[in-house]
């Protein structure tokens, strides 16, 4: 899995358990679906990602890695 892939899922989850706790313990866990959200929002344009440094540390490779490795 590249990372690019992983992080879409992780972001996904992320949005997934950040609704549920919002709706099954406390609204104000909604800041933590605005987190997530804003986070990809600035990744978008800066390409800076903590989650993706986290991801290439646990031995992850990029699209342009897996490619360039075949």
Do not use: D
Not at 5 to 26: K, N
Request: aromatic share 14%; hydrophobic share 55%.
């Amino acid at each position: 899995m590249s990372t690019e892939r992983a992080l879409f899922a992780f972001a996904g989850l992320m949005t997934l358990i950040s609704v549920a706790l919002t709706q099954w313990v406390h609204p104000n866990f909604m800041w933590f679906t605005v987190f997530v959200g804003a986070n990809l929002f600035q990744s978008a344009f800066t390409g800076f990602c903590p989650a993706v440094m986290i991801m290439k540390k646990m031995g992850l490779k990029s699209e342009k890695e897996l490619c360039a490795s075949k």
